[in-house]
């Protein structure tokens, strides 16, 4: 099955300080990746997703992430971090064993901004 | 606006009582979800359904139930039979599959049993 590894349960860093988030996944095809966000006591929202066509995918809020298959990952980036950045991030991908009719879900990040 | 509701976003039940989370969409999408989510362990799938009166488990169904008999309306039981029932519920839905379109979560229902 496959499975997503995030490294670092908890990422802090100062507002306008680059953001990087790790995720790192083990698939024997080339699989689709995710990244979703969760603010606190709500449900997540998609940031971005990787579907085999450019490496270097954009989000939502600034955010990106590149597909590197030599390295089995797909780190979430952001330039300038902004105080409303903090939430948990999760990095997902799809299963191909039931025709990407399903996600599994990374352990989470949770990401703390300071002033 | 269409959206996933969930009901209550906070549930108390006495050990030994079964308990149904409620979630409901208007979003006309055919697939829906239900994770549990616990600290440091992200989200895991419980069930899933691509299609109404069908549905899989996922990787954590021991213990769970559940129906889907309409299209916008997908309710989890949480049995005796958990082990360890208190956690955060997310229920999520996507037009078919979460590769094309994006999974649409409700906020939650945190259920407390003692």
């Known amino acids: 099955a496959q499975s997503v590894t995030q490294l670092g349960s908890h990422v802090s860093v100062s507002e306008g300080a680059l953001v990087l988030l790790r995720c790192n996944y083990s698939?024997?095809?080339?699989?689709?990746l995710f990244w979703y966000v969760q603010y606190p006591n709500q449900g997540l929202q998609l940031l971005l997703k990787?579907?085999?066509?450019?490496?270097l995918v954009k989000g939502i809020n600034g955010f990106e992430a590149e597909f590197k298959k030599s390295e089995t990952s797909f780190h979430l980036t952001k330039p300038s971090a902004h105080m409303s950045d903090a939430a948990e991030y999760f990095c997902?991908?799809?299963?191909?064993?039931?025709?990407?009719?399903?996600?599994?879900f990374g352990e989470g990040t949770q990401l703390t901004v300071n002033p | 606006d269409g959206g996933i509701t969930q009901s209550p976003k906070y549930l108390f039940r006495k050990e030994g009582q079964n308990v149904t989370l409620s979630c409901e969409q208007n979003?006309?999408?055919?697939?829906m979800y239900w994770y549990r989510q616990d600290p440091g362990q992200g989200l895991r799938l419980i069930y899933y359904?691509?299609?109404?009166?069908?549905?899989q488990k996922g990787d954590i169904a021991e213990g769970y139930s559940v129906s889907r008999e309409k299209k916008e309306s997908f309710p989890l039981t949480v049995t005796s039979a958990q082990k360890n029932p208190t956690a955060f519920y997310l229920c999520?839905?996507?037009?078919?599959?979460?590769?094309?379109?994006?999974?649409?979560f409700g906020n939650g229902t945190r259920l407390t049993v003692t």
């Open positions: 999520a839905s996507s037009i078919f599959s979460p590769i094309t379109s994006p999974l649409h």
């Open positions: 698939s024997s095809v080339p699989p689709y």
């Open positions: 990787y579907t085999s066509a450019a490496t």
């Open positions: 997902a991908v799809s299963d191909p064993e039931t025709s990407g009719s399903r996600l599994t």
């Open positions: 979003l006309n999408h055919d697939a």
């Open positions: 359904s691509q299609i109404v009166n069908d549905f």
